[in-house]
């Protein structure tokens, strides 16, 4: 708890804390922008004003970053309470009474937070990962991540302010694959006109509502003329009904090189779910890795708060090194999608401040 005191002191007066190593444990306490779930506050208040927020910490190092942000939570006196399941295709976690337990218990809050949930290599009789499970079943078809550089990790390119919105629903991750002679594997990529336009509808409106000016289509279309034709097709449809927002198109890889060398570039990025898990750690990258950028999921109804780019850290587990910011940062978001705007910004500036101020680093 004394380094979550020193998170909330740093909002108000600086950390005086000398310079050290702050890890998931020690620092306990998202620069992202919101798309509000049907523009109303989430109904997951109960009449004494306290939040009821779902709570999977996955695999990895998930239980000690949500611990951080529970230990945070209490230091900051935040009006949220957690209803925590613990779901792992590797622990033997996991099983369809729990899964029914978890959708239940979104239904009710209809806000969550979660780490990682690592899928095996290996095949056990279902293609589907449990990550892609809750992501249909809740209809969690936008995943947004914020790539905004910290003042105080020293990266190549700085002052970097991109967003990326990738649907998630379909495409190659739609898990159906069959042999259909021996050693021969065929793999379907599913891409629809209803889910590309809805995608590149919530992109435009993201960009409108956040006083964004451009957005980019990411694409395969020049080999996949069918599949990635029709996302490409479907963004320039729902283009043409925003004209004060740019548009423009970029083939992956080049969009890969792009980002590398000039990301200043880009503002609002769109894409299918492949290359949308690609570019979310690229661009994580550029700003100081996996364990600063913070992201969401959003559903007509539901809104899941997660890591921009998804690692479990599996090799860091119980080792006290785990970078907490991007969860942090995660979980001030998720407050302020609660209306908790104070709680939100004393948690999401205290942080910010602490790595600006360079005293306590992750190692």
Do not use: W
């Not at 004394?2 to 600086?14: S, W």
């Not at 939570?73 to 935040?78: E, I, M, P, Q, Y």
């Not at 880009?266 to 894409?271: C, I, T």
């Amino acid at each position: 708890m004394a380094a979550a005191r020193c998170v909330l002191a740093a909002f108000t007066k600086g950390c005086c804390t000398p310079r050290s190593y702050v890890t998931a444990r020690t620092l306990v306490t998202s620069s992202s922008v919101l798309y509000p779930v049907k523009n109303s506050p989430p109904q997951c208040a109960k009449p004494d004003g306290v939040f009821h927020v779902t709570m999977i910490p996955g695999d990895g190092v998930g239980p000690e970053l949500m611990r951080a942000v529970k230990e945070v939570f209490k230091a900051a006196d935040v009006p949220v309470e957690f209803d925590e399941f613990h779901l792992s295709e590797v622990q033997n976690l996991i099983s369809e009474e729990k899964l029914e337990e978890v959708l239940s218990s979104m239904k009710s809050t209809r806000v969550a937070i979660k780490g990682k949930i690592h899928t095996p290599m290996a095949f056990k009789g279902d293609l589907a990962s449990y990550e892609m499970t809750l992501r249909r079943k809740l209809d969690l078809f936008a995943n947004v991540v914020h790539i905004s550089s910290l003042p105080g990790y020293k990266t190549r390119h700085n002052n970097l302010d991109l967003v990326i919105i990738r649907e998630q629903t379909e495409g190659e991750y739609s898990s159906l694959e069959h042999e259909s002679v021996s050693g021969v594997i065929e793999c379907m990529k599913i891409i629809t006109r209803e889910k590309s336009r809805r995608i590149a509808k919530f992109a435009f409106d993201f960009a409108t509502k956040k006083g964004r000016s451009k957005v980019t289509a990411v694409h395969k279309a020049n080999i996949m003329k069918l599949g990635d034709g029709l996302f490409l097709q479907s963004c320039k449809e729902v283009a043409e009904l925003y004209p004060m927002i740019k548009f423009e198109t970029m083939i992956i890889d080049n969009c890969c090189m792009q980002l590398v060398q000039n990301p200043y570039q880009f503002d609002v990025l769109v894409m299918p779910n492949l290359y949308g898990n690609i570019i979310d750690n690229l661009a994580a990258g550029l700003v100081g890795g996996a364990g600063v950028v913070p992201g969401e999921s959003y559903s007509s109804d539901y809104a899941v708060f997660e890591t921009g780019a998804r690692h479990p850290f599996a090799q860091a587990m119980g080792r006290n090194i785990a970078n907490p910011t991007a969860m942090l940062l995660t979980s001030a978001n998720m407050l302020r999608h609660l209306n908790l705007e104070y709680h939100s910004n004393m948690i999401s500036e205290a942080v910010k401040r602490v790595i600006k101020l360079g005293k306590v680093s992750p190692p």
